[in-house]
């Protein structure tokens, strides 16, 4: 079993910078896929940034640009940079890690933009 921890989120201004971390129990990125998923109020849960076991990434067009998603092996951490924030990017932010059939999801940290 594995255990996702979100932190870092919180209210920020428009065109402001926040970092998401997502702390792992134990290493994973070796093996599993990873990304960030994020859900507003009333709507579905949509994909975000996406990283590999090779570290490859994949953004969605609305964030592309602007935020970055990376990671640290060594502290099995999984971050998102997110630049230029926009309003329409609040939503609970959610770390998500895969591994064929197996799969974890983080508590989620919320992320508010506005003035």
């Known amino acids: 079993q594995v255990q996702l921890v979100e932190s870092g989120g919180g209210l920020v201004q428009p065109g402001g910078s926040l970092r998401l971390s997502c702390t792992a129990s134990k290493s994973i990125f070796r093996s599993f896929v990873m990304a960030w998923y994020r859900q507003a109020p009333g709507k579905q849960r949509e994909f975000v940034a996406f990283?590999?076991?090779?570290?490859?990434?994949n953004y969605a067009e609305s964030v592309k640009g602007r935020f970055t998603i990376s990671r640290d092996n060594a502290e099995n951490t999984l971050y998102l940079q997110m630049n230029s924030l926009k309003p329409e990017d609040t939503a609970v932010y959610y770390c998500n890690g895969r591994r064929g059939l197996e799969q974890y999801w983080g508590q989620g940290t919320q992320v508010t933009v506005s003035s």
């Open positions: 990283m590999n076991v090779d570290a490859n990434t």
